[in-house]
């Protein structure tokens, strides 16, 4: 009785432990099904319904620190590995491939020589190793040493075609990210892209994103992908053939092995299918988010003085740090997405897939009747285990071999729909620039509406809803500018003025005068080309005979000379026949002598843009147009910083060079340069009209007076109100407003 007791305690303490054990795997079991089931479930709805429901639920609501920038893309489909994607593949297949007989083309085919040659090798090496084994079970050490001093020496050559693999998907990817880079910079650059891209259209948020990033890890994807599958699909068809060949050739019938390793693969194929996320939108969206970030940074580091006057460091951290932890979720996402994926992946392709290679290599030996027994000797019987453990070695690292190549193509299947991201990312880019520089232009940045209302046009006369149609024409003269029924139209449809109608014939000045977003700076996009003529005709000189500087010129990277002569290169400056020594008289003419000695000398590099004062950039720019002598300078508050003495000498001297001036100023001082005046009255009128500089200065003094003189009558009546109450007394005014 008192064993039977201590047997039931002891099975009652291993149920115990065991139970505890049991609950903690349920456990896990039961974690592992909450997260997953509700994952396949959807997986598979979207797959049997057409890809409906909501989606993953990724990037920030509308209202996000992206919502206005964002706005070009949530009306696109996300992307996928489907037949947009194959043809957006094909478009860019023309840029990588340019022509029949290339660089790019014959590095492809001695990748495609070097991959082959792994995979003769791979097999090679196999066999190689059977044998090794064979001479071991045998007992053969002189077979055995020579065979592994030949395992060795067959080791050198696959070692270099291994690094010779990489060293050509390198040169491969950067070979393609070359030609994607050229074209973009050629089609950036042409016609004034890419003024139009960012100022015109709205689709693409932040184009420095798209040139830089998008375009290198599309072509590290597509030169990888096409590694990680032309290998793998190498092995696996010849790895397939060789094993085929040796089980019939030992009288094994290799059907059973193959449908089976085909009903695992398909199997696996259809679960990581189903429970694949969209990592194409997971990627895209990532990349959006760092291309959103950094241009985050470019503001901080282009208006940092300012920010620094109001003291606004707080908030632009908080925006840094809203754009920040935007990408670190989505990151997040990623990677949490990723963890569940590849523990499926891993567990298929690593477990299950080995239980079945281990019943695909021994069926074939067990079965086999080359491998039997039989009524054998013993001698011939350890000769035939010996034969065995040959083939059961070369099979299994075959088979090892042609697992890991299905399941490197099984594993692309991410990397395809990553490489779907970036493909929509880069063709979308191209797509832009082709349009844009075909006139065709798309604002869904509604948002920024106001801003640019501010900016390129202000108070407009009505507002056109809807693409814009250009129908106006642009005829290129010799002489003189004529604007004929020409409307000032914003890049969102804001009519600042319905039609403009003015000549300015070569030796005229005109001065442009109006209040604060009239269209004075519209007019001069207008007529630099850079907003197009949507009615109307616009005869004006070629491009090279107007020169626009701006209120704020800009500063190039380069020598104090490059400044001076910009956009200019020596070289162009030579064939127009200017050396140091004209360049020093340009100075002298606007006053800014001094900074060759004081910088170093014309072959000074610096930052110009810090080292510059505010007057000193202006004068650069009026250097500038005397250096280019264009028949027509557009000058648009271009000296507001230059003192009055020194600014009035500068207009001289260009009205002595023989320069017509198109300027936009309020300094009454420099009218007296200028011949006409074309006056905005900021509600959509205008008049253009002869300049009569005297009365126009009698006039302005007229209403200076007027306004210092009216200035002070609130003041005086308040003060007369004051004395009313002090001394009990009506004013005679008051007395007179009565009666009145």
Request: aromatic content about 8%; charged content about 25%.
């Amino acid at each position: 009785m008192t064993h039977m007791l201590h047997a039931a305690a002891r099975r009652a303490q291993w149920s115990r432990a065991g139970a505890a054990q049991r609950a903690a795997c349920l456990l896990a079991a039961a974690y592992g099904l909450k997260i997953l089931c509700p994952i396949i479930r959807r997986r598979l709805k979207r797959a049997g319904g057409g890809g409906g429901g909501s989606q993953d639920g990724v990037g920030p609501a509308d209202g996000g620190p992206e919502g206005p920038r964002r706005a070009g893309n949530r009306g696109r489909a996300s992307p996928a590995v489907d037949a947009e994607f194959f043809k957006q593949l094909l478009e860019l297949r023309k840029l990588f491939f340019p022509k029949l007989v290339s660089a790019e083309l014959g590095l492809l085919c001695l990748h495609s020589v070097a991959l082959v040659s792994r995979t003769f090798l791979s097999i090679y090496v196999a066999a190689l190793d059977g044998k090794i084994v064979k001479s071991i079970v045998e007992k053969k050490p002189r077979s055995f040493v020579f065979k592994l001093i030949k395992w060795l020496m067959i080791a050198i050559p696959a070692t270099f075609v291994n690094s010779t693999i990489r060293y050509l998907e390198c040169k491969l990817a950067l070979a393609f990210r070359t030609r994607l880079v050229d074209h973009a910079y050629e089609t950036y650059f042409a016609d004034q892209t890419y003024y139009r891209v960012i100022s015109m259209d709205g689709r693409l948020a932040n184009p420095d994103q798209s040139l830089t990033e998008d375009i290198m890890m599309f072509s590290q994807s597509v030169a990888h992908l096409y590694s990680n599958l032309t290998k793998p699909i190498l092995d696996v068809m010849l790895t397939s053939y060789t094993l085929i060949r040796t089980a019939r050739s030992r009288g094994a019938n290799p059907i059973g092995p193959t449908v089976l390793a085909g009903l695992v693969v398909y199997a696996t194929a259809r679960v990581l299918k189903a429970c694949s996320p969209k990592f194409g939108k997971l990627v895209a969206e990532e990349a959006h988010k760092k291309g959103y970030l950094r241009f985050m940074h470019s503001r901080i580091i282009a208006n940092v003085e300012e920010i620094a006057f109001y003291r606004g460091h707080k908030v632009e951290m908080k925006q840094l740090q809203k754009s920040y932890k935007a990408l670190a979720d989505q990151m997040n996402l990623i990677l949490s997405k990723r963890l569940w994926y590849i523990m499926i992946e891993q567990f298929l392709m690593k477990y299950v897939w080995s239980s079945c290679g281990m019943i695909m290599v021994a069926v074939p030996i067990i079965t086999a009747t080359g491998f039997a027994d039989g009524e054998l000797e013993d001698g011939q019987k350890q000769a035939m285990v010996s034969e065995r453990t040959e083939a059961f070695t070369t099979s299994r690292n075959l088979l090892i071999s042609g697992a890991d190549a299905i399941e490197r193509i099984m594993s692309s299947y991410k990397e395809v729909t990553e490489l779907a991201g970036y493909t929509a990312r880069v063709y979308n880019m191209f797509s832009v620039f082709d349009e844009v520089k075909r006139g065709i232009y798309k604002r869904t940045a509604v948002a920024q509406g106001s801003e640019n209302n501010s900016k390129n046009g202000g108070k407009a006369e009505f507002h056109i809803s809807g693409p814009l149609e250009i129908k106006g024409k642009v005829i290129d003269v010799d002489n003189g500018i004529i604007c004929e029924n020409v409307p000032i139209i914003t890049p969102n449809g804001d009519v600042v003025v319905s039609r403009l109608n003015f000549q300015v014939q070569e030796g005229m000045n005109l001065l442009i005068t109006g209040p604060n977003g009239c269209g004075k700076s519209s007019l001069f996009r207008i007529l630099s080309g850079l907003w197009p003529v949507y009615e109307g005709v616009l005869y004006k000189p070629p491009p090279q005979h107007m020169f626009y500087i701006p209120q704020r010129p800009y500063m190039s990277i380069g020598t104090l000379r490059d400044q001076v002569i910009y956009p200019d290169s020596v070289d162009d400056m030579h064939e127009k026949g200017y050396q140091d020594q004209d360049l020093e008289c340009i100075l002298h003419t606007v006053h800014l002598y001094h900074i060759v000695q004081r910088e170093g000398g014309w072959d000074a590099v610096m930052d110009w843009k810090d080292v510059l004062s505010g007057g000193e950039k202006q004068r650069m720019g009026m250097a500038r147009m005397f250096y280019h002598k264009p028949k027509y300078a557009l000058l648009d508050e271009c000296t507001s910083a230059v003192s009055i003495d020194v600014e009035g000498k500068i207009f001289q001297a260009a009205k002595a060079a023989g320069i017509s001036l198109l300027s936009i100023t309020h300094r009454p001082s420099l009218w007296k340069y200028h011949t006409h005046l074309l006056q905005f009255d900021g509600q959509g009128g205008w008049r253009f009209e002869q300049l009569d500089t005297a009365i126009r200065l009698s006039l302005s003094e007229e209403k200076q007076r007027l306004e210092s003189q009216l200035a002070g009558i609130p003041k005086m009546q308040q003060r007369l109100n004051e004395l009313c109450k002090i001394l009990g007394e009506d004013s005679v005014l008051k007395t007179m407003d009565k009666e009145e």
